[in-house]
């Protein structure tokens, strides 16, 4: 046998052994005991690191989900880029319009702070872009839920250096204009 296979049985066996003998109240000092332990074992930059404010998520349950598709959204991983967007138009078809609205303000936003890693590249360009591919589409049927949301289209349509991101900014936009008329 191998160290690590022999090291989880003992861990799991005095695990079935000590729980019989426990109550709620030796079960938190133990707790807390085994993870005073790992905390002396385990590099100082393992996971995340350190807490700090980054991790932070907010209250409002529609942000933290918005936030989470949006680093989906600018993944290295195409897929997981597409299955973002998939993700986004399945909101719409069921009407969570709280978290579209959340997410289109992230268009803005250069990172993902808590639903990322620091040393993971967050590929803003390619959630703008995705995020707006799929808005284009929500458009198309839906004009209506974007109209408070022109302005961040204007901005992407003229002043964003990016061709395909200026297309479906446009597009939006256009979409939106015909459903006023």
Known sequence: RDMNSLRQKCFFGFVGLATPVLNSSKAADLLDFTLSRFEIHIEKEFGDGEWTDDLSTSENVYENVANFIWSALGSPRSAERWNATHTV????????????????????????KAFG?????FYKLHARLYLLIVLAKISVHKPESLVGHKETFIHFAFKEPHALIQNFALEILINISNSLQ
């Not at 138009?89 to 993902?112: A, G, M, S, W, Y």
């Not at 890693?117 to 590249?121: A, N």
């Open 89 to 112: 138009k399945t909101l719409d078809d069921f009407n969570c319009v709280e978290i579209i609205n959340e997410l289109i303000p992230l268009l803005q936003q250069n990172e993902i």
């Open 117 to 121: 890693h620091r040393k993971f590249h």
